[in-house]
């Protein structure tokens, strides 16, 4: 046995795999993580029925592996580790100019792109009375593109938006996001490290909408406003870069008079809690919920004795965005397809909206698959 | 399951060889057996009955061929049973689908194929088998009596699905007795962590960059970018299977087995024929052995050597898929190896530079034969090669992966081995870099997993 110790690498070796192996079996199973925001895998119970159909051993492989001990740490390390190789990009995530972490979006789903459009041609068809606006955002590599990696090959989202503009119903109003949010370029307009537009950014694409309509926005300067710092969004969750840096989170504590989530009473407008945790933004209209209605009395537009109503269509974006229009119609409403709880035809006869806007980010449009329930 | 897995390097190892270890000598074999079958059945029970029907098939046969020497007949039998066997299985699970759609295509048929995934290493482990019975037909060895150690032989799991190609007559002294001493398991571990790293830290990574230009789509890219993928994945090819077989020897030293080498400095030859001296070895060895020598070797008539040839190169080529391209690149290889033999080969050898670049640059077009199933795609990405087209796409993967082709480049020339060889007399320099190694691979595999799903919040 004392031959084992001229050899340091052997027990060394041994210990390492058979020490991490039982500190990994020894820890508690956690559920949730919330860095890779999703549940964990748990251990499998084992049955002969599972194993011989190969069900168990690929659950059992995913447990061990979301389990495994120090499991955001070595994520880390392999992190530190790619950014040792000179690389500039992790994970899918490139790193640009003055800390802007973008995406790496090489191709667009043009099938994709094609239904949702179809899907979006067909509503408006279903429901002529209606009076729809159609808004797609670029994501940020667009508005900055000087701050993109040289040969990234990002997808032009300015050609495809115009694209999909031209095959839209002739009745439906489209907004050009582009420019206006180019414009003020120079603002804190988008995160460095999420993928979401800045409440400032959404007050931008607000204004937008509002002059398209040819009413006045809201000024900023009238709202009281909080700033939330040490935000790392879902661009770092993906790469953890060991040089990221922060983002600020800024609410406006716009006055409100009820706010009901899928039918349940909220106090205000966000999820004060999630501002202290690490997915800020599921903070705005306390995350996406299917119907979402906002009452205020805040409409500068007011006409007595009429209650004037929208409906936005949204993903993620809209739930910064969507609060502001509280300045122009007396009840705001709120759908996220991907968690409404009715159909869309129940939901639409059971109530009358005075302007329909439907708003998604780009990548977002050409991905989502809920589009469809537009139609149901 | 594969070793550069978690489960593997932290449950299935560790256990494996503390089991191993504790077991007293005549267990051995036994512990082998079972913890092999457990790695080959997981994620794939269903194959193991084809894995014990091996095991017995070889072992009853080459018994019942060594009991009946004389009776020249039954051995015969018996070793066509083996033939048939082995390659039947192999032809059955890896080809069926691919006779059936060629047929499907040339006749009009409309022949259904199967639905079964391939068992793991099949295209290895019936060729081990296989070399034995053989080799105990010729009377090359004895047939071997203990049926614990034949199937330990079989499914011995560290060769098991990736290779080397291990005979029998490579190991059959250590399967009866081995010592199983310090100094061996050192230098597997060390092995290991070389394989490891080749395979985690070098191959995926390099991988990765031939992932996105075939996801950007051959018409999309610039030539340079072209090259620069094709560049990586014949990195990627050589490090993943070498790294494998080095993991592979690795943890037959840790057992207390010698394998053969595999690879040795594949890219630094100076023709084709050096080359397939170099990389997988025991593929090459075997097809010389088992298929090329039977046929008569070189011993034969100018035309009927050169048709030898042929045939173990388009066989070497199939071997390596159920598909046409294949098929091509084990043809390439007939090509360049006719033309060196002929005349080419003394003209490379006393060539310094040229006869490395002649390799380089078409080493790294056969790769392009290899990688490209898709014929259409094939033409497309040629052409690519060769007509120029501009673009910066090729600056932006430049810029991400120089670092990794400089590492790759190092790696893949002797130089690494002279310069750990001066390193590692320094106990510590020697214990950090193969901890560095370790740790890191260990993140990547980690890294692997993560799945932040951030897509439900867009």
Redesign the interface.
């Given at each position: 046995m004392k031959?084992?110790l001229?050899?340091?690498?052997?027990w060394?070796?041994?210990l390492?795999?058979?020490g991490?192996?039982i500190f990994?079996v020894s820890q508690y199973n956690k559920t949730f993580s919330e860095?890779?925001?999703?549940e964990l895998a748990q251990r499998p119970t084992f049955t002969l029925s599972s194993?011989?159909n190969?069900k168990f051993?690929?659950k059992?492989?995913?447990y061990?592996?979301?389990q495994?001990v120090l499991?955001d740490q070595?994520?880390t390390?392999?992190?530190l580790?790619e950014s040792l190789?000179?690389?500039?990009?992790n994970?899918g995530i490139m790193y640009g100019e003055n800390g802007y972490m973008f995406q790496h979006y090489?191709?667009a789903d043009m099938e994709r792109i094609e239904t949702n459009t179809r899907f979006v041609n067909e509503f408006i068809e279903m429901y002529p009375d209606l009076n729809v606006c159609m808004g797609i955002i670029p994501n940020s590599y667009m508005v900055y593109p000087e701050k993109v990696?040289?040969?990234?090959?990002q997808v032009d989202q300015a050609a495809l938006t115009q694209q999909i503009y031209s095959n839209l119903h002739p009745s439906v109003q489209t907004l050009d996001f582009l420019a206006p949010l180019q414009e003020k370029k120079d603002e804190y307009i988008f995160y460095r490290t999420d993928?979401h537009w800045t409440t400032l950014g959404a007050y931008y694409g607000y204004s937008f909408f509002c002059s398209s309509k040819g009413w006045g926005p809201v000024s900023l300067d009238a709202i009281d406003k909080t700033v939330v710092s040490d935000f790392y969004g879902?661009y770092f969750?993906?790469t953890k870069a060991h040089n990221a840096v922060a983002d600020t989170l800024t609410y406006y504590h716009i006055p409100v008079t009820q706010v009901l989530v899928d039918g349940t009473e909220k106090n205000g407008l966000y999820d004060l809690e999630k501002f202290q945790q690490r997915?800020k933004?599921?903070a705005f209209l306390w995350g996406?919920n299917g119907i979402t209605v906002i009452k205020s009395e805040n409409n500068l537009r007011k006409e007595e004795g009429k209650t004037s109503r929208i409906l936005v269509i949204k993903?993620?974006y809209g739930n910064s965005f969507s609060p502001f229009l509280t300045y122009q119609y007396d009840e705001v409403y709120v759908v996220d397809l991907?968690s409404i709880p009715v159909k869309m035809s129940e939901f639409l006869a059971e109530n009358s909206f005075d302007d329909v806007l439907i708003l998604y980010?780009f990548?977002?449009f050409s991905?989502?698959t809920n589009l469809a329930k537009l139609r149901y | 399951m594969v070793f550069s897995?978690?489960?593997f390097?932290?449950?299935f190892?560790?256990?494996t060889?503390?089991v191993y270890y504790l077991a007293p000598k005549k267990m051995k074999n036994a512990v082998l057996v079972v913890c092999s079958l457990f790695f080959y059945s997981?994620?794939?029970?269903?194959y193991f009955p084809i894995m014990i029907a091996s095991v017995l098939v070889d072992y009853i046969v080459s018994l019942t061929i060594e009991k009946n020497r004389e009776k020249k007949g039954i051995c015969k039998i018996c070793m066509g049973i083996s033939v048939l066997f082995n390659l039947g299985m192999l032809f059955f699970f890896k080809y069926t689908n691919f006779f059936v759609e060629n047929i499907n295509a040339l006749t009009g048929a409309h022949l259904s194929g199967i639905h079964l995934t391939l068992p793991l290493g099949i295209s290895f482990y019936t060729f081990q088998t296989l070399s034995y019975t053989i080799d105990v037909y010729r009377g090359k060895t004895k047939a071997e009596r203990n049926i614990v150690n034949f199937a330990a032989f079989v499914t011995l799991f560290p060769q098991l699905i990736a290779g080397p190609i291990v005979k029998y007559t490579d190991i059959s002294r250590e399967l009866r007795e081995r010592k199983i001493n310090?100094?061996q398991?050192?230098e597997g571990?060390?092995l290991f962590?070389f394989g490891l790293g080749k395979k985690v830290l070098i191959a995926n990574?390099i991988g990765s960059l031939w992932d996105?230009v075939q996801?950007?789509?051959f018409s999309?890219i610039s030539t340079p970018l072209a090259w620069l993928g094709i560049l990586a994945y014949s990195f990627q090819i050589y490090f993943d299977f070498s790294g494998y077989s080095l993991m592979a020897i690795g943890m037959g030293k840790m057992l207390g087995f010698e394998f053969p080498q595999n690879f040795n400095y594949p890219y630094i030859a100076k023709s084709m024929t050096e080359f397939w001296r170099r990389w997988h070895i025991t593929l090459s060895s075997w097809f010389r052995e088992y298929v090329y020598i039977p046929l008569g070797g070189n011993r034969v008539s100018k035309p009927r050597m050169y048709f030898n040839i042929f045939i173990v190169w388009a066989a070497t080529g199939f071997w390596h898929g159920a598909s046409w391209n294949f098929v091509l690149w084990g043809l390439f290889f007939f090509v360049f190896l006719v033309i060196e033999k002929t005349f080419l080969l003394k003209y490379l050898e006393k060539s310094h530079v040229l006869s490395h670049v002649y390799v380089c640059f078409f080493l790294v077009l056969s790769w392009a034969l290899f990688a490209i199933t898709d014929f259409s795609q094939l033409g497309i990405f040629l052409q690519k090669l060769f007509s120029f087209t501009s673009?910066?796409?090729?600056?932006?993967?430049l810029?991400?992966?120089?670092?990794?082709f400089l590492?790759a480049i190092f790696c893949s020339v002797p130089l690494v081995e002279k310069w750990y060889g001066k390193v590692k007399k320094k106990?510590a320099v020697?214990?950090l870099i193969?901890?560095v190694i370790?740790?890191?691979s260990?993140?990547?595999l980690?890294?692997a997993?993560?799945?932040?799903?951030?897509?439900?919040?867009?």
């Open positions: 031959k084992i001229k050899f340091p690498l052997i060394l070796f041994f390492f795999l058979f991490y192996m990994d860095l890779e925001n999703r194993f011989y190969n051993s690929p059992y492989e995913s061990i592996n979301d495994f499991r070595w994520i390390l392999k992190s580790s190789l000179g690389k500039i990009e994970n090489t191709s990696p040289l040969g990234a090959g993928h879902t969750s993906k997915d933004y599921a996406n993903d993620s991907r980010n990548m977002n991905s989502d | 897995s978690i489960i390097l932290f449950r190892l560790p256990i060889l503390f997981w994620g794939e029970v269903k310090f100094s398991i050192n571990i060390t962590i990574n996105q996801e950007l789509g999309n673009g910066t796409d090729w600056l932006y993967y810029r991400n992966y120089f670092i990794t590492i106990t020697n214990l193969l901890a370790l740790i890191v260990v993140a990547y980690v890294d997993t993560y799945n932040p799903f951030l897509y439900f919040r867009f």
